[in-house]
């Protein structure tokens, strides 16, 4: 069992930068590959970045590489989200969310435990 909370978002003009940070509790978090989420105001929840167990493998969708890195500190049970040059179409909840498995995947099926979110504003 994992438990996860998130923390780090807000208001945030075009351009600027925010860190998303996940907590989580429970023993299997080293072993549990991670994911963030997103789901804006009408819209379905959309994979952002994934993250193996051991951080040597990530994923992005193509609309954050290059702006968005994903990162993770195992001995502090964490993982992070460096949003960087941000967009008004970034405007989403943001969730982290653990696997079951150690493989970094896109797929939100794939992941069995889920924050509450923190929402993430980015004005114009």
């Known amino acids: 069992q994992v438990q996860l909370v998130e923390s780090g978002g807000g208001l945030v003009q075009a351009g600027g930068s925010l860190r998303l940070s996940c907590a989580a509790s429970?023993?299997?978090?080293?072993?549990?590959?991670m994911g963030w989420f997103r789901q804006g105001p009408g819209k379905e929840r959309e994979f952002v970045a994934a993250?193996?167990?051991?951080?040597?493998?990530?994923y992005y969708v193509d609309s954050v590489k290059g702006r968005f890195t994903i990162s993770r500190d195992n001995a502090k049970k964490t993982v992070y989200l460096q949003m960087n040059s941000l967009k008004p179409e970034d405007t989403a909840v943001y969730y982290c969310?653990?696997?079951?498995?150690?493989?970094?995947?896109?797929?939100?099926?794939?992941?069995?435990?889920w924050g509450q979110g923190t929402q993430v504003t980015v004005s114009s």
């Open positions: 969310a653990a696997s079951n498995q150690g493989g970094a995947a896109a797929n939100k099926y794939e992941y069995a435990y």
């Open positions: 429970g023993r299997s978090f080293s072993s549990a590959a």
């Open positions: 993250i193996s167990w051991s951080g040597g493998v990530t």
